[in-house]
């Protein structure tokens, strides 16, 4: 059954290049640069009960991620592995800020992350793309200024083709970031938002009346009527994800994700 589900042509909208990289990678870059990380603390206990507690993984993770070289390799990992589950095109999502300890630039982070994105087009069998995170915990300021980098030169209009806000959905409501979602409208950015991830059906709301055209998780909507009619009349696309969810406690089941319902 793998095998033939395999040979099916898909797409992968929501992949985190932090979250996505492969155990191999992580160890060939400790090795490399002569950082250590404890590979425990790169995998989710399965008694995992949060959110805020399943992204103290990425903190590991990142620091083997703050070198142009670990970009590029990192986005040909996921892209590698995508290939290997028959993925044609895949939207890989990042957020510059997290890979600075080193002193990169931002500029400097999306030139490379772009070309990671050519050299895996190069090698593999699909088309690459790419978003780009601001944090919800980071100030306006920080997130307008990567903003305003979104096409700089051709390569990074080629391949980042949007924007979106992510981080702990719970601290953190969408509402305190209008501003910044109406700044990247003004740009002209493609907007997926992560909303309805942690239980807050408002979220969910606010990022259609903001106009994001499609929403990261957004698994709240099962809870409200209201929502779903929403998500459905504004035709917004859902990007679920059930393996986080359940290891986050967004859902107890798969059931949850009612889409006999979302498609009714």
């Known amino acids: 059954m793998k095998a033939v589900l395999k ?14 990289v492969s155990i191999e990678y992580l160890k060939s870059q400790s090795e490399s640069q002569q950082v250590g990380i404890d590979i ?21 993770i990142l620091k083997v991620m703050q070198t142009q ?41 999306l030139d490379m992350v772009c070309e990671g994105a050519q050299q895996a087009e190069a090698q593999f069998d699909l088309d690459v793309r790419l978003l ?18 979104l096409g700089a030169n051709a390569s990074i209009t080629k391949y980042i083709v949007g924007v979106d806000l992510a981080g702990d959905e719970a601290s953190s409501p969408t509402e305190a970031h209008e501003a910044l979602i109406q700044y ?18 408002k979220n969910v709301y606010d990022v259609i009346q903001y106009g994001a055209r499609r929403i990261g ?7 409200d009527e209201q929502a779903l009619s929403w998500v459905k009349e504004h035709d917004v696309l859902l ?7 359940l290891q986050t406690k967004a859902i107890d089941t798969l059931a949850t994700l009612d889409l006999p319902k979302l498609m009714e």
């Open 217 to 223: 998780h957004g698994v709240a909507i099962f809870q």
């Open 132 to 149: 780009v995170c601001g944090m919800k915990h980071h100030s306006m300021a920080t997130n307008q200024a990567i903003f305003d980098h």
């Open 69 to 109: 070289e670990s970009l590029i390799e990192a986005v040909i990992d996921v892209a590698r592995q995508a290939n290997e589950d028959g993925v044609k095109y895949i939207e890989i999502r990042f957020a510059p800020a997290f890979h600075q300890d080193f002193g990169l630039k931002t500029i400097e982070i």
């Open 239 to 245: 990007e679920f994800c059930p393996n986080s969810n």
């Open 40 to 60: 425990e603390k790169v995998t989710v206990e399965q008694d995992c009960q949060s959110l805020a507690e399943y992204l103290q993984s990425f903190d590991e």
């Open 184 to 201: 990247a409208k003004s740009k002209n950015l493609n907007i997926t938002l992560h909303a309805g991830e942690c239980g807050c059906v």
């Open 7 to 20: 040979q099916i042509p898909k797409l992968e909208l929501h992949c985190h290049l932090d979250g996505s």
